[in-house]
C-alpha cells in the first residue's frame, strides 16, 4: 500500500513536471524558429557581401610580401587585399613584432590564428546549438501533450486528443525546421570560415619566413 502511494506521488511530480515544461518548450521553439529565419536572411547577406579569395590572389600577395619583404611593404598589400579586416590587424601585429625572437614571434602568430579560430567557433555555436537543441525541443513538444491526449482518448474526448495530437506535429515541424534551417547555415559558414583561416594561416607563415630570413626589419 505504501508502495503504491509513493508509486502514485512520484508519476504526479512527473506529470507535473513535463505538463509545467510544454510552455517554455513551445517559447524555445518559437525563439529558435524565429533566430534561424533572422540567421538566414544574414547568411544571404553575407554571401553577396563576402569577398572571395582564391589561390592566384593568395599567391600574388605572398609574392608581394617576399618582395621586398619590409614590414611598409607587408602592410601596404594586406590593407590592400579582400581579407576581412580582423584577418589585416593580425598580419599587422605579426608584422609589428619585429623585435622579438623568432620563437616567441612564431608563438604570436599561433596565438593570433587560434584568436581568429575562437571568434569563428564563437560565431558558429549559436547555430550548432539550435542544430541539437531544435529538434529535441520538438521531440519534447511531441510527447508532452500525448499523455494528456491519451487520457482524453480514454474518457471518450476524441476533441481532447485531436488538440494533443495538432500540438504534438506543430512542435516536431518547427523543431525540425528550425534545427535543419540552422544545420545548414553553420555547414556554410565553417566551409567559408575554415577556408579564410587556411588563408590566413598561409600568409601569416610567409610574413614569418620573410622577417625570419630579415630579422632586422
Not at 98 to 126: D, F, H, P, Q, T
Request: proline share 3%; hydrophobic share 45%.
Amino acid at each position: 500500500m505504501a508502495t503504491q502511494l509513493i508509486n502514485e506521488m512520484l508519476g504526479n511530480i512527473l506529470h507535473a513536471i513535463s505538463q509545467n515544461l510544454l510552455i517554455p518548450v513551445i517559447i524555445g521553439l518559437l525563439l529558435f524558429m524565429v533566430y534561424a529565419v533572422i540567421t538566414l536572411g544574414s547568411l544571404i547577406y553575407e554571401y553577396y557581401h563576402r569577398n572571395r579569395i582564391n589561390v592566384k590572389q593568395i599567391e600574388g600577395m605572398v609574392l608581394s610580401i617576399s618582395n621586398p619583404g619590409t614590414p611598409e611593404r607587408i602592410a601596404q598589400v594586406v590593407e590592400a587585399s579582400d581579407i576581412s579586416r580582423s584577418h589585416k590587424n593580425s598580419i599587422i601585429d605579426l608584422t609589428n613584432s619585429s623585435k622579438i625572437g623568432i620563437e616567441s614571434r612564431e608563438a604570436l602568430a599561433k596565438k593570433l590564428i587560434e584568436n581568429e579560430e575562437i571568434k569563428v567557433a564563437k560565431k558558429l555555436e549559436k547555430t550548432d546549438i539550435v542544430t541539437r537543441l531544435g529538434p529535441t525541443l520538438g521531440l519534447m513538444g511531441t510527447l508532452i501533450p500525448m499523455g494528456p491526449g491519451l487520457a482524453a482518448l480514454g474518457g471518450g474526448d476524441i476533441q481532447g486528443l485531436a488538440n494533443a495530437i495538432i500540438i504534438a506535429f506543430d512542435t516536431t515541424v518547427v523543431g525540425l525546421a528550425a534545427g535543419g534551417i540552422a544545420y545548414v547555415i553553420s555547414k556554410i559558414r565553417r566551409r567559408w570560415y575554415e577556408e579564410d583561416l587556411s588563408n590566413l594561416e598561409t600568409l601569416m607563415e610567409s610574413v614569418l619566413e620573410v622577417m625570419k630570413n630579415a630579422p632586422k626589419i
